[in-house]
């Protein structure tokens, strides 16, 4: 099986508050049927989640009932993102089912501590990809929090072992810095821990779960001994290329052994 992430910055324009990116995502949904892999898919929140989550300051957990329409209509808005990925897959040909971290998920001080996959293996023995995504979660320190993509990776990696981890951004793989906003930014092709120290710190825009730094970080710690690809998910053809374990152009991240 292999673990795909649709980042939300080749979901969503992140900088506009929820904006979709429709033709993006639909061909996203055909490559990954076109593969024929057996997969199980995480999304992030894009501008459905980060921009709000900022506003309100829902990564801090509770501070006053201001905060609490924000929480209620970012779970809106990332369902909302989350029902139109749903229907792209499902035109796409993909049998897939959601599962809303709000609903199932646990954290603790900002880090998530239970997430009830039985659901999830039931479905899978169904032939049924499951569908999780960055989400408001309670938390038994903060009351609730934003529990990232990158969080429900690291925990379906530990149950499910996948042969590969797909990372799906922006930009073509991890670089020396961000080549958005640096044109001397140069993509490293092998990112292990080594290499994280010459990586910027910086955020380019209203990203609640961090920079690209503590993305790389996270990918490290969740790849263990295995290997994680971040590949460009607005170019044409490399997340099929990379589903099928085709030679294609990104970063590989050596985790921890
Ligand atoms: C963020 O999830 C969740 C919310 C802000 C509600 P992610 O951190 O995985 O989202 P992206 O991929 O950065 O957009």
Redo the contacts with the bound molecule.
């Keep these: 099986m292999i673990l795909v ?5 080749v ?2 324009d ?1 900088e506009q508050y929820r904006t979709f990116d429709q033709a993006n995502v639909k061909r996203l949904a055909k490559e990954i049927v076109r593969s024929k892999m057996p997969v199980m898919i ?9 921009v ?2 900022k506003k309100y300051h ?2 801090d957990g509770y501070r006053n009932q201001n905060q609490m329409k924000g929480l209620t209509q ?2 809106l ?2 369902r909302d993102l989350n029902l139109r990925i749903m229907d792209a897959l499902q035109s796409a040909g993909l049998n897939c089912i959601s599962i809303p971290p709000s609903a199932c998920c646990l954290m603790d001080d900002g880090k998530l501590v239970d997430f009830d996959l039985e659901v999830v293996h039931r479905y899978l023995d169904l032939g049924i990809v499951p569908v999780t ?4 979660v309670l938390d038994l320190k903060k009351g609730f929090g ?7 990776m690291a925990w379906l990696a530990d149950e499910f072992d996948p042969e590969r981890i797909i990372f799906c ?1 922006d930009v073509d793989g991890i670089f020396t810095a961000d080549p958005h906003l640096n044109d001397d930014a140069n993509m490293i092709e092998q990112v292990d821990r080594s290499v994280l120290a010459r990586l910027p710190r910086s955020e380019r825009c209203a ?4 920079s690209i730094y503590g ?1 790389i970080e996270s990918i490290l710690d969740l790849a263990k001994g295995r290997e994680a690809m971040v590949v460009n998910g607005r170019v044409r053809g490399r997340l099929e290329r990379a589903l099928k374990g085709e030679a294609v152009k990104g970063s590989r991240v050596i985790g921890d052994g």
């Excluded at 995480?42 to 980060?50: K, M, P, T, Y």
């Excluded at 990203?207 to 961090?210: A, E, F, K, N």
């Design positions: 992430k649709l980042g939300g910055s979901i969503t992140k995480v999304h992030g929140a894009g501008s459905f989640g980060h709000l989550a829902l990564k970012v779970s808005d990332v995504f960055g989400d408001v934003i529990c990232s993509g990158d969080q429900l951004t990203d609640v779960t961090g993305k």
